[in-house]
């Protein structure tokens, strides 16, 4: 036994990815509709692991919780501010529910067993996970009039130990309540619900699982042979392509020979035209003198996708048929739109559609003839797998500036907090990024790795911190004040989630679970619901509890004491 407590005093990061590895692996235990979870299973190995007595810097533990929700507050930052109307009045008072309902539990507790003042306070700290507590309810204990200074230092302890001992299962009760009690109870498919939410809220485009593809592209290649009386019959492609919006002409096949388009080569009878664009338009383009053929064998026809940001003074305000005819200006095969993007979701492309500042309009054909254009539209929507270190390093900044804001409220210190921070400018990165799409970039896989991994680190460091003093905290006081805190922990998460699902009629399933996890605070919670949810969904509803209970849960501390005192 020395010897591993030994390996880990020497590098506790050991213990750190023994604890994710192990804690993934029993994550994948599944006994009938419970699937217990990678972060679950962390937090319990972390607890076990942790008393071999590992220490890891605290600091680690805030960096990666900081990335973690930056992630999470980028990938959510379109929709969240998008969702912003008069429901988010039911989704705030989701979160006074549950926080008012959690004091509450904490004050009959306390009455019912007779807990001094610091016990109550840790029991609130622990069993609703706002680690805030602490600070603000030591602080009104020492404030405290005829009280001893013995007193108020047992007092004081004893809020450190009524935190030990119920912090694991405030951490794990939720997971467990939105990752499967409740689910299991109201017989609802997190995964299936959030795709829907995520259909709802993309109006109606499919969110794709992992190895998904949409069978129906909306890019094809048909084959068309000219017939004699074709009004095709004379013209080049130039000409043709020079008419058409979201589809062209791309080769020209003759007797067998495919033939390299240019100003001269005019289309005959007999000839087949390879035509390329979006499906449900090409059968409106193609005429009756013309027939649909299996395309030619051996034919190859190599075109690109290129997002180009609309910044072109005099085509801002006009028709994208009037851009198409400016980008299709000395091109042969001719360049088509394929798809128009705007505040991070496709439109419909319109001839009549008018075209806006930061755009994004989709370009589809060669290589060669869309560098000839794309000096007319705009600039280059940069790589889709190239972060932006500047916007990336400002955000992570700027949130953690916003961490160290402190204000009072009725006189009570409250800060606002790393994690609440990061959320904050994450959420305005991401809808900055849908809004001027040439800035901010950070890719679909760098956001989920950070996300992912900073929240496995998080709740990992946790356990091995807290698992030591839990442990034997629960030893020298007895199962009472593990079985308080279990009771803290469960009944105002359901109270909370029928108050909301009946009569704030939050009837979303994921938003429903959302406000649970974010109306206690609870990390570890909404990290669940994420893996669950497979996409950013419940960020909008987790942010908006998230940031009141931060707030209610903190001044709690003090009100506690001041109550629990008086008895």
């Not at 062209?248 to 001269?264: H, T, W």
Request: charged letters at 15%; glycine letters at 12%.
């Amino acid at each position: 036994m020395s010897i591993i407590e030994n390996l880990f005093a020497v590098s506790p990061y050991i213990a750190l990815f023994i604890t994710l590895a192990l804690g993934y692996l029993i994550g994948k235990i599944t006994i009938g509709r419970f699937v217990l979870g990678g972060i679950a299973g962390t937090l319990i190995m972390g607890v076990l692991i942790g008393q071999f007595g590992v220490q890891i810097d605290p600091g680690v533990k805030t960096i990666f919780f900081a990335l973690f929700i930056y992630a999470v507050g980028y990938q959510g930052g379109p929709q969240f501010f998008s969702a912003l109307n008069f429901r988010t009045i039911n989704i705030l008072l989701s979160a006074v529910v549950m926080t008012v309902t959690g004091l509450l539990c904490v004050l009959a507790a306390a009455l019912m067993f007779d807990l001094d003042s610091g016990t109550a306070a840790g029991l609130a700290a622990g069993g609703l996970t706002q680690s805030a507590i602490i600070g603000t309810a030591g602080d009104a204990i020492s404030q405290l009039g005829n009280v001893t200074e013995e007193a108020k230092q047992l007092m004081q302890t004893n809020v450190a130990v009524g935190y030990a001992v119920t912090y694991i299962f405030g951490s794990l009760g939720p997971i467990l309540m939105v990752s499967w009690l409740i689910p299991t109870f109201m017989k609802w498919d997190i995964r299936g619900e959030a795709l829907k939410l995520a259909e709802k809220m993309s109006n109606g485009k499919p969110e794709l699982a992992a190895g998904e593809f949409n069978a129906i592209t909306d890019l094809v290649s048909r084959a068309y042979q000219i017939d004699d009386s074709s009004d095709f019959i004379g013209r080049t492609s130039q000409q043709i392509n020079k008419d058409l919006l979201d589809v062209a002409i791309g080769m020209i096949d003759r007797n067998g020979n495919a033939i390299e388009l240019d100003k001269d080569i005019t289309i005959q009878a007999g000839d087949i035209v390879i035509v390329t664009g979006r499906r449900e338009a090409i059968a409106g383009y193609m005429n009756t003198a013309t027939r649909e053929v299996v395309m030619p064998k051996g034919i190859n026809l190599i075109e690109e996708n290129r997002q180009l940001i609309a910044k072109d003074a005099s085509l801002v305000g006009k028709t994208i048929a009037e851009v198409k005819a400016k980008a299709n200006a000395d091109t042969y095969r001719g360049v088509y739109v394929t798809d128009i993007i705007r505040g991070g979701h496709s439109q419909d492309v319109d001839a009549n559609f008018i075209v806006a500042k930061d755009d994004i309009i989709q370009l589809t054909g060669t290589a060669k003839d869309i560098n000839r254009v794309e000096k007319n539209i705009g600039k280059r929507l940069g790589s889709a797998f190239a972060t932006d270190y500047i916007f990336f390093g400002l955000g992570m900044v700027a949130g953690l500036l916003i961490g160290l804001i402190s204000f009072e409220i009725a006189g009570i210190p409250v800060t606002i907090g790393s994690g609440a921070g990061c959320l904050i400018s994450g959420l305005f990165v991401g809808w900055l990024r849908s809004r001027k799409p040439a800035i901010g970039s950070l890719p679909l896989g760098a956001s989920n790795f950070l996300r992912d991994f900073g929240l496995a680190v998080f709740v990992g460091i946790v356990g091995l911190q807290a698992g030591p003093e839990a442990i034997n905290t629960m030893k020298e006081h007895g199962l009472t004040l593990l079985f308080l805190g279990m009771a803290v922990t469960i009944i105002p998460q359901i109270i909370s989630f029928f108050i909301s699902y009946y009569v704030l009629k939050i009837k979303n399933p994921i938003e429903a679970l959302a406000c649970v996890s974010g109306g206690r605070s609870a990390n570890p919670a909404f990290a669940a619901l994420l893996e669950k949810a497979g996409n950013a969904t419940p960020v909008f509803a987790f942010t908006v509890t998230y940031a009141i209970a931060n707030v209610l849960l903190t001044l709690w501390g003090p009100i506690i004491v001041g109550i629990v005192s008086t008895q």
